[in-house]
């Protein structure tokens, strides 16, 4: 018996099947582009607050990474040294949209409210970074913070705290479980499990190609290699972007001696979770903790 689709139909099923392998293709040769939105929002690329607009010491360092990348990045650090080295340092990895200066308000939050030193970097391709984005790139770029930390005569002798939102939660994620013995704690908020696994929530109409997805930030299997620190889940509700569920399976995946603290915010979503009652208040306790602090 012949087969047989009305025309309509044919052509439906034809357009889908366009959309899908366009989608597919515009995934795999620009996925960068998209998944690192370097120049969102507008003049990200030239324009960079400085932390002296908050009245923050601070430095202006340029690193060159292994792979001969110049990055940027802010050291905000106590003056009087004795008081740096008792203080934590907080590695701070930013989303992936804007530069180091578009979190300034939370690095002086870390600053002048819990007494951190905070060094923050503009990933390749951010900010005034040479460069272009990739998994690997900011892999680089995020293992030459943490060796210049560990070179430095005062950082060196303090508690490193990585801290990341978004994507910077997953690059948090790796070079903590590439590099645990360096670390005292982590701090991540609103992360996926991986890039691929985001797709058919994000855009779902190319979720049948996520598998060409080759920026995977495989979050769900490097947060399982680290067994003994502290981590704080901060997980907004509403996330847009990011299922909240990611964050729960992080979290059930976790299988660490150190202390683990969940804290949800009900009204959360992706970028304004940092703006809810009690965010900070969830930092300060856990801070305390690794500083052993007693309330």
Same mark, same amino acid.
């Not at 180091?100 to 900010?127: K, P, T």
């Not at 502290?230 to 996330?239: A, E, I, M, N, T």
């Given at each position: 018996?012949?087969?047989?689709?009305?025309?309509?139909?044919?052509?439906?099923?034809?357009?889908?099947?366009?959309?899908?392998?366009?989608? %597919?293709? @515009?995934?795999?040769?620009?996925?960068?582009? +998209?998944?690192?939105?370097?120049?969102?929002?507008?003049?990200?690329?030239?324009?960079?607050?400085?932390?002296?607009?908050? *009245?923050?010491?601070?430095?202006? &360092?340029?690193?060159?990474?292994?792979?001969?990348?110049?990055?940027?990045?802010?050291?905000?650090?106590?003056?009087?040294?004795?008081?740096?080295?008792?203080?934590?340092? +907080?590695?701070? @990895?930013?989303?992936?949209?804007?530069?180091?200066?578009?979190? @300034?308000?939370?690095?002086?939050?870390?600053?002048?409210?819990?007494?951190?030193?905070?060094? !923050?970097?503009?990933?390749?391709?951010?900010? &005034?970074?040479?460069?272009?984005?990739?998994?690997? %790139?900011?892999? +680089?770029?995020?293992?030459?913070?943490?060796?210049?930390?560990?070179?430095?005569?005062?950082?060196?002798?303090?508690?490193?705290?990585?801290? %990341?939102?978004?994507?910077?939660?997953?690059?948090?994620?790796d070079i903590v479980a590439r590099n645990?013995?360096?670390?005292? *704690?982590? +701090?991540?908020?609103?992360?996926?499990?991986?890039?691929?696994?985001?797709?058919?929530?994000?855009?779902?109409?190319?979720?049948?190609?996520?598998?060409?997805?080759?920026?995977?930030?495989?979050?769900?299997?490097?947060?399982?290699?680290?067994?003994?620190?502290?981590?704080?889940?901060?997980?907004?509700?509403?996330?847009?972007?990011?299922?909240?569920?990611?964050?729960?399976?992080?979290?059930? &995946?976790?299988?660490?001696?150190?202390?683990?603290?969940?804290?949800?915010?009900?009204?959360?979503?992706?970028?304004?979770?940092?703006?809810?009652?009690?965010?900070?208040?969830?930092?300060?306790?856990?801070?305390?903790?690794? !500083?052993?602090?007693?309330?």
């Open positions: 018996m012949t087969s047989y689709l009305p025309w309509y139909l044919s052509y439906s099923l034809a357009a889908a099947a366009v959309a899908v392998l366009s989608g %597919g293709a @515009l995934l795999y040769h620009y996925q960068c582009e +998209i998944i690192y939105p370097a120049n969102f929002p507008e003049g990200s690329r030239t324009n960079v607050a400085k932390p002296s607009q908050y *009245g923050l010491p601070f430095e202006d &360092l340029t690193l060159t990474t292994p792979d001969k990348v110049k990055i940027k990045a802010y050291l905000i650090r106590h003056p009087d040294e004795d008081v740096a080295r008792r203080s934590p340092t +907080i590695l701070y @990895l930013h989303a992936n949209a804007g530069n180091m200066g578009h979190r @300034l308000s939370i690095a002086d939050v870390f600053y002048r409210e819990f007494g951190c030193n905070v060094f !923050m970097l503009s990933y390749r391709g951010y900010g &005034l970074s040479h460069g272009s984005p990739s998994e690997k %790139g900011l892999r +680089i770029d995020a293992q030459t913070a943490l060796d210049y930390i560990k070179r430095h005569p005062v950082l060196s002798e303090t508690k490193l705290i990585a801290y %990341g939102q978004s994507i910077g939660g997953a690059v948090s994620i645990e013995d360096k670390f005292s *704690g982590l +701090i991540i908020e609103n992360t996926f499990l991986s890039l691929p696994k985001v797709i058919p929530h994000v855009l779902p109409m190319i979720s049948k190609v996520s598998f060409l997805c080759h920026q995977i930030w495989n979050s769900e299997r490097m947060i399982q290699q680290i067994t003994r620190l502290p981590v704080l889940f901060l997980s907004g509700r509403k996330d847009e972007l990011v299922p909240p569920a990611h964050m729960q399976q992080l979290h059930r &995946l976790l299988d660490t001696t150190g202390d683990v603290v969940w804290r949800e915010f009900p009204d959360g979503t992706h970028n304004d979770t940092c703006l809810k009652p009690g965010y900070f208040d969830a930092i300060k306790m856990f801070l305390d903790g690794v !500083m052993g602090k007693k309330e």
